[in-house]
C-alpha cells in the first residue's frame, strides 16, 4: 500500500469524516482556485494562502465532514484569519483566548468588528492597502501527526463559503452550517 492509499485511509476513518476524495480532476483545482480569486475583488480583499497551500501540494483532497452535534468552546477554536497592510503589518486578527480578549477590551487602541475580530486601527497608514489572510488550518483532524509521519508535506485549508458550497454541490450535499468541507494538500 503506498504512502498516499495510507493518507485516504487514515482519513476515512477519521471520526465524523462523510467523504474523502482525491481531486484527481484540474478543473476542480481550477474551480477552486478561481471561486476563492474572485474574493480578491472585495472591499477588502481576502486572500485564502491555506486553499492556495492546500492546492499547490503533490496531491490535493477533498475532506466533507458532519460537526451538527459537536459545540467548541470559543477557547478551543482555531484563528485562522488575520487583517494585514500591504507592507506585512498585522493589523487585526480572530483571537478565542478569553484572558486576551479581556485585555483586548480594554485598551483603548483596540476595535472590535466581531466579538472575536480585533483591529489595530493605530498601527495601520491612512490610504494604505488592507486585505483579509486565511491561513492554514490546525487542530481540525485528530489524525494530523499520523498523516504528518507518511508525507514530507501537509496542507490543511477551509474553503471560503462559495467554495464550500461549490464542493457540497459536487457531491450533492446540503448547504448546512454544520457540514464542513476542509482541502487536504499533501506531497510524499
Known amino acids: 500500500m503506498s504512502n498516499l492509499d495510507k493518507v485516504l485511509e487514515i482519513l476515512e476513518n477519521e471520526e465524523r469524516v462523510i467523504k474523502v476524495d482525491l481531486i484527481n480532476d484540474d478543473k476542480i483545482k ?10 480578491l475583488n472585495e472591499m477588502v480583499p481576502l ?9 499547490n501540494e503533490e496531491e490535493a483532497i477533498i475532506i466533507i465532514k458532519d460537526k451538527t452535534d459537536i459545540i467548541v468552546p470559543d477557547e478551543e477554536l482555531i484563528p485562522t484569519l488575520t487583517l494585514m497592510s500591504e507592507n506585512g503589518t498585522l493589523i487585526g486578527e480572530e483571537i478565542y483566548d478569553p484572558d486576551e480578549l479581556e485585555d483586548l477590551r480594554e485598551d483603548p487602541n483596540v476595535y472590535f468588528i466581531s466579538e472575536h475580530f480585533a483591529t489595530y486601527p493605530n498601527l495601520s497608514t491612512p490610504g494604505e492597502k ?5 491561513s492554514q488550518l490546525r487542530g481540525e483532524l485528530s489524525c494530523e501527526n499520523e498523516i504528518e509521519e507518511l508525507v514530507s508535506s501537509l ?5 471560503s463559503t462559495e467554495t464550500d458550497h461549490y464542493i457540497k454541490d459536487l457531491y450533492g450535499m446540503s448547504y448546512e452550517d454544520r457540514i464542513i468541507t476542509i482541502l487536504v494538500g499533501i506531497s510524499i
Open 47 to 55: 486572500i485564502n494562502k491555506g486553499v492556495e497551500e492546500a492546492l
Open 130 to 134: 488592507q486585505f483579509f489572510m486565511v
Open 155 to 159: 496542507s490543511i485549508a477551509a474553503p
Open 30 to 39: 481550477k474551480d477552486i482556485t478561481q471561486i476563492e480569486m474572485k474574493r
